[in-house]
């Protein structure tokens, strides 16, 4: 069935280590977004894609790397410069591309997250 | 309504009254207005949606109202249940840029 695959569900980074958590969708969408959700805040954009081989950062795109290699893929490297990296990651997808003219769907479909943690 | 910080606020309500949560929008050029609801541990899943052109939009058991003159949005769940309890979050969507969340509210149902 149609949707947005995260993994793993939980993470745990070591000091100094790099980490990338997965990102897969199958509604042919064509942009995607990486954002970032601490307790009680709102979500934080990091990086966002819309179309293959293409991305731009975010609001907090530091300490942070993506690819979009494959229209259906889009995965986020959480580098050790992230001095901060605990938090619930969650992508999105959406048919439209941020800028088309008016009547472009932006509604984002989410994946189910992944619980990043420091060990 | 939406705030910043740690503490969200949080709306509590008898089972099979009706919820009314509040969101206050920033930018008065947002012409795209959106609500999730997250459970814990889950990712966002898309309730109900509004464009500006509108002051209200119905959707099975929820009602968005839209007030520009004072940036203000509303979600009205009717005859609220048990799984509704969850955090809700308000996107505004200014044409051409990304969506911006508010941090959200908790809803819980008291049985």
């Known amino acids: 069935d149609g949707g947005i695959t995260q993994s793993p569900k939980y993470l745990f980074r070591k000091e100094g280590q790099n980490v990338t958590l997965s990102c897969e969708q199958n509604?042919?969408?064509?942009?995607m977004y990486w954002y970032r959700q601490d307790p009680g805040q709102g979500l934080r954009l990091i990086y966002y894609s819309q179309i293959v081989n293409d991305f731009q950062k975010g609001d907090i795109a530091e300490g942070y790397s993506v690819s979009r290699e494959k229209k259906e893929s889009f995965p986020l490297t959480v580098t050790s410069a992230q001095k901060n990296p605990t938090a619930f990651y969650l992508c999105a997808s959406s048919p439209g591309q941020p800028g088309q003219v008016e009547g472009t769907n932006e509604k984002l479909f989410f994946g189910s997250g992944t619980q990043l943690s420091v060990l | 309504g939406e705030s910043v910080g740690l503490h969200l606020p949080t709306l509590s309500v008898q089972e099979g009254d009706n919820s009314i949560i509040n969101c206050a929008y920033s930018?008065?050029?947002?012409?795209?207005f959106i609500w999730y609801k997250q459970e814990s541990g889950k990712g966002p899943q898309f309730i109900i949606d509004?464009?500006?052109?509108?002051d209200k939009r119905q959707g099975q058991r929820v009602t968005v109202l839209l007030n520009k003159t004072v940036k203000h949005l509303s979600l009205q769940i009717a005859a609220t249940q048990p799984g509704d309890s969850a955090v809700y979050f308000c996107a505004e969507n200014h044409y051409g840029n990304k969506l911006v969340f508010g941090a959200g509210t908790i809803l819980r149902v008291k049985s």
């Open positions: 509604l042919n969408h064509d942009a």
């Open positions: 509004i464009r500006s052109n509108m």
């Open positions: 930018n008065s050029a947002s012409d795209y």
